[in-house]
């Protein structure tokens, strides 16, 4: 059998019920890689160990007994460091919090918490979430598992790393340009950006906007979408949550792919994507059309998505980091402060352009999706770069315009509000994993969305090419 932290969450949330998985024995091994596999990638920055440890002899006791167990009963899970959580350090990744430890776990971290989920600690996070990659003044660069000279993405850049490396089965994060999607992309995980409103949130600033989403992390579909189970809700305090059945995200559905409609497009028409990245996206197209009914070249109509995703996150920034810019300046890093810069320099036409573009690009993405079932796309337009990069500059020789341009992959379909998984599929050219997105209709294809993923990720699981890539731990361990 294998080591139980490199178990999937499904298996061992199955062999705890069963008694054959001590919550105890599985806590316990998790430690044992994170102190063993951290100090190589520092994905973990803040531990709780001694709390799992009791929190897991309850959940034990609780096996013992008999009766109905919740559905994360035992599971160790790591928290971003944007998310709120009681009695462990929060910091956001921010000089401003350093020292700063909750009384109160924020909506979601309680719902996974009431979902028998154990908290080990957070994985890092650049600051206050700017940036996709996992740096920050705290405490320092996450890297990739893969290739340690690497960035690992981000903004969960640490939850990423932590899965891809078995340190827990399941982990938080978040997504507005591609926090999700682009650290699952580098280290070989999945991540499901739901429908705004999917998981309620009780801390977006700005409640009305398809901008920013929570969501699950695993290291396949299956518990990710166990996971998206515990998150998903209709509590009011999200202007965007609406009646639904929590439970039903994690039954996947059984999905046809050869009944499917599919458009690829390697650049959403308007992305600067790396020509090593076009190439890579070409050979898994080649490898997984004939697993569709229909697949063909089709780019959306989103040239516009840049600019009106740049001035989106200015009035984000302005709405929820204006107040920590005149009173800290001086603590920030340079990606908060010049979001905030640029959402100063805004003009009220460019806010009402913005929306009204975003609005536009919205009608004609609903047109593009009423002929085919759903979309596939690279997740990310370039290959990991060096993790002492700040951010990607330039994409084939041509300078981009802001830090976070090079995720528009990822940041344009933020923009149109519908479901997207993240699914590993093999390597790139640099011996990193690379992703593809598979994005939905819009509204109620969450399960759908799921679904296709789950049996894509079936479909690859054989293909050495394509399967998910899993790092070297032993070259990455301080323990032989």
């Known amino acids: 059998m294998s080591r139980p932290c490199e178990l999937s969450a499904l298996n061992a949330r199955k062999l705890i019920a069963t008694k054959g998985l001590s919550p105890v024995e599985l806590v316990d091994d998790c430690i044992a890689r994170i102190e063993a596999i951290n100090p190589a990638v520092n994905a973990v920055v803040a531990n709780c160990f001694e709390r799992a440890r009791e929190e897991a002899r309850t959940a034990e006791a609780e ?40 009384d109160k776990d924020e909506r979601v971290i309680a719902a996974l918490k009431r979902a028998g989920a154990i908290a080990l600690g957070k994985t890092n996070t650049p600051e206050f979430g700017a940036g996709a990659n996992t740096v920050n003044k705290v405490y320092g660069a996450t890297r990739n598992p893969f290739d340690t000279q690497r960035t690992c993405g981000g903004s969960s850049g640490g939850s990423a790393v932590a899965l891809a490396c078995d340190m827990m089965p399941i982990c938080t994060g978040s997504d507005t340009g591609g926090s999700l999607r682009i650290p699952a992309a580098f280290c070989g995980v999945v991540a499901i950006r739901g429908t ?100 063909e070249p089709r780019d959306p109509e989103m040239k516009e998505s840049t600019r009106v995703f740049w001035l989106i996150r200015g009035l984000h920034y302005l709405a929820s980091q204006l ?16 979001n905030v810069e640029a959402g100063l320099d805004m003009k009220p036409e460019d806010i009402g352009w913005a929306y009204a573009e975003c609005t536009r690009m919205y009608r004609k993405f609903q047109r593009f999706f009423e002929d085919i079932d759903l979309l596939i796309c690279p997740t990310v337009a370039v290959p990991p770069f060096p993790v002492e990069q700040l951010y990607c500059t330039h994409v084939n020789g041509v300078e981009l315009e802001n830090y976070i341009q090079w995720a528009d992959l990822t940041a344009g379909l933020t923009l149109t509000g519908h479901p997207i998984v993240s699914i590993p599929c093999g390597y790139d050219a640099t011996g990193t994993p690379f992703g593809i997105q598979i994005v939905g209709p819009r509204w109620h294809s969450d399960r759908f969305i799921i679904g296709v993923a789950a049996a894509l990720e079936r479909a690859l699981a054989d293909d050495p090419s394509l399967s998910r890539p899993t790092p070297d731990i032993g070259a990455l361990s301080l323990t032989p």
């Open 63 to 102: 096996t013992v007994k008999g009766g109905d167990l919740a559905p994360l009963h035992g599971l160790p899970m790591g928290i971003k460091d944007l998310h709120v959580s009681e009695g462990i350090r929060t910091t956001f990744g921010s000089l401003i919090y350093e020292h700063h430890v909750p």
């Open 323 to 338: 107040d920590n810019y005149r009173a800290h300046r001086d603590l920030l890093g340079p990606n908060v402060v010049s």
């Open 196 to 295: 705004p409103g999917l998981v309620p949130s009780d801390r977006r600033v700005i409640g009305l906007t398809t901008y920013n989403v929570q969501g699950p992390m695993a290291r396949n579909v299956a518990d990710a979408a166990l996971m998206l189970s515990a998150m998903a809700g209709s509590d009011s305090c999200d202007p965007l949550a609406r009646p639904l059945e929590p439970s039903s995200y994690g039954e996947i559905q059984q999905t046809e792919l050869s009944l499917l409609r599919v458009a690829f497009s390697e650049d959403l028409g308007f992305a600067h994507v790396d020509n090593g990245v076009r190439e890579t996206f070409r050979k898994c197209v080649a490898q997984i059309a004939p697993l569709f009914g229909r697949f």
